[in-house]
């Protein structure tokens, strides 16, 4: 197996610590693809993008606020290696210097209130006009021919797509960069377990993200392909501990694929067939696997919790456990051709349960750790898709309200989308009710 290369020195390099040791030798220029230009002194070109920070506070200062937002939504447990392994790339990558300047400026237009410095430009300002210059560089370093081994282009596909997330409240611009841009260019350059530490820590991002992705769009990954499935199987058989968040996160791959490919099969299967089809009973069994794999997953985390302790990602990972299960028997409960074979279907108390759990467990993550709370997404709107009662949608409205407040806009599109079904559901048991009782019989 390919080790990655080490880092030097320990802990967290602040931007103001360090910007000198990197980005020290006065003004750099770079075309439109990237690429210094040995000239420092070059400018006025229409072509040409100046990393010219040096010494210009407000620069540095939306450095600081891109480093102060990394440590504050640490989304994988090697995030915290992040800021060290990134620098060095901003230093030479216009792309990703403006998406971070992008998230940074956003950032700290969210903690000032709006309010911009005497002669300086407002900052939500700033978070657009670097964004949409990462975003014309982006797309001519797509037209060249290593850009899928460009680490930086990487990067600023997942900034740029984070940046979306924290001012589009519709979430399409972060679905396009993830399904479209990130997705395609990982496809292409293919698995491989030689990575270096920034590419580690993107590729185990990018899986978190994109099972929670799969999983709250019923759509594809390539993460289900065999070969990127070997590739997590390869890395794990490696790796020096067993983590739970790992393992939850190949079932929610895996889970997320089955799901898509029994909707298919049924659906080929003439409704009035489906009672008797063979293929039906062969689903259940395979939705029953499936159902005992996670139970085994969570007796071995309990296991592990007893000797180690919890942490925030083990919360984490409980979350995905609750939420799998009711997604896993979603895929069930609400069809009748399943009502007499056996299933991976959940009775309505192990929902109750696994719903508490859920709330319960979001409000401690939230709360209590770093994990931004787009990471929750998956199981706040599970949990709300079983919500009946008003204790219950008070507590996820709650819920995606922290996470909307803690900058994440796009936490209204899933309120948004509960609300609506709750509506739906609420009014479809008042018709359903009114029915009954106009049928019943009257007694005299």
């Not at 040096?54 to 990394?70: A, E, H, M, P, Q």
């Not at 997404?377 to 919500?387: D, L």
Request: overall charge negative.
């Amino acid at each position: 197996m390919c080790i990655a290369q080490q880092r030097s020195g320990h802990g967290t390099m602040f931007v103001n610590q360090t910007q000198h040791d990197y980005f020290s030798g006065g003004h750099r220029t770079f075309d439109q693809n990237g690429t210094a230009i040995a000239n420092s002194h070059i400018s006025g070109s229409k072509n040409m993008y100046k990393l010219d920070f040096i010494g210009r506070d407000k620069g540095t200062r939306l450095l600081d606020s891109f480093v102060s937002f990394i440590q504050q939504n640490m989304f994988t447990m090697s995030f915290s290696s992040l800021v060290p392994d990134l620098l060095p790339l901003i230093s030479t990558s216009p792309v990703l210097y403006h998406a971070v300047i992008a998230v940074g400026a956003l950032d700290a237009h969210r903690h000032t209130a709006g309010r911009a410095l005497q002669g300086e430009k407002p900052l939500d300002v700033d978070a657009m006009t670097s964004y949409h210059k990462s975003m014309g560089i982006l797309r001519s370093c797509l037209g060249r021919g290593d850009v899928m081994q460009r680490e930086d282009v990487l990067w600023a596909t997942f900034f740029l797509g984070l940046f979306e997330l924290l001012s589009d409240d519709s979430g399409e611009g972060w679905v396009k960069h993830m399904l479209y841009g990130t997705s395609k260019m990982l496809q292409l350059s293919g698995p491989s377990d030689c990575m270096s530490l920034a590419r580690k820590t993107f590729y185990d991002l990018f899986r978190v993200l994109e099972a929670s992705r799969a999983l709250l769009y019923n759509e594809e990954t390539i993460l289900s392909q065999e070969c990127w499935l070997q590739l997590q199987q390869t890395l794990s058989s490696n790796a020096t501990r067993w983590e739970p968040i790992e393992e939850i996160i190949t079932l929610m791959i895996e889970i997320s694929a089955f799901s898509l490919r029994a909707g298919a099969i049924i659906d080929m299967i003439p409704e009035a067939e489906r009672f008797t089809d063979p293929s039906v009973a062969l689903l259940a069994a395979e939705g029953l696997n499936a159902q005992e794999a996670i139970y085994n997953w969570h007796t071995k985390t309990l296991l592990q919790l007893v000797q180690d302790g919890p942490d925030e990602y083990s919360n984490l990972a409980l979350l995905y456990y609750h939420a799998l299960l009711i997604f896993l028997s979603g895929n069930y409960d609400y069809f009748p051709y399943w009502d007499k074979i056996p299933a991976p279907v959940l009775s309505p108390a192990e929902i109750s349960d696994h719903l508490i759990a859920i709330l319960e467990l979001s409000g401690e993550v939230l709360h209590h750790s770093n994990i931004p709370g787009v990471m929750l997404f998956f199981p706040i709107t599970v949990a709300g898709s079983r919500a009946r009662r008003f204790d219950q949608r008070s507590a996820v409205l709650n819920l995606l309200d922290r996470v909307f407040w803690k900058g994440f806009v796009v936490a209204n599109k899933i309120r948004d989308g509960l609300l609506e079904r709750w509506t739906e559901r609420d009014r479809e048991g008042t018709i359903h009710l009114a029915t009954e009782i106009l049928t019943t019989p009257q007694s005299s």
